[in-house]
């Protein structure tokens, strides 16, 4: 089984930056792909960003597309998401996961592993 452990969260002006990370430990040799989620406040947890494990294809929902980057770190275990021109909309838990699926899947049910989840706040 996986462990992911999600950090580099916290408070940030609007238009800010902020970079995630998640570090994958356990048996990591069933993961695909890699997914980051976020949940605000009193919503439903929606899908953000995804990449293959193996590296290169990847997947942004609309509303960050342009803004946010996913990426597999060279120590192969840990999977970023850089977050730009932060917005108080992007506030929210941000959560990463894995999925056996080798396609980059956005529903959350394809994932079987998630993190602890680590909280973005931005202030207007």
């Known amino acids: 089984q996986v462990q992911l452990v999600e950090s580099g ?16 430990s356990g ?12 949940q605000a406040p009193g919503k439903e947890r929606k899908f953000v960003a995804a990449t293959a494990w193996s590296g290169g294809p990847t997947k942004y929902a609309d509303s960050v597309s342009g803004r946010f980057t996913i990426a597999r770190g060279s120590d ?3 999977v970023y998401l850089q977050m730009n021109g932060l917005q108080p909309l992007d506030t929210a838990i941000y959560y990463c996961a894995t999925s056996p699926s080798r396609v980059l899947v ?15 706040t931005v202030s207007s």
Do not use: H, K
């Open 106 to 120: 956005v529903a959350e049910g394809f994932y079987n592993s998630w993190g602890q989840g680590t909280q973005v």
């Open 9 to 24: 969260g916290g408070l940030v002006q609007a238009g800010g930056s902020l970079r995630l990370s998640c570090a994958a």
């Open 76 to 78: 192969r275990n840990t």
């Open 27 to 38: 048996r990591t040799d069933p993961i695909y792909t890699m997914g980051w989620f976020r």
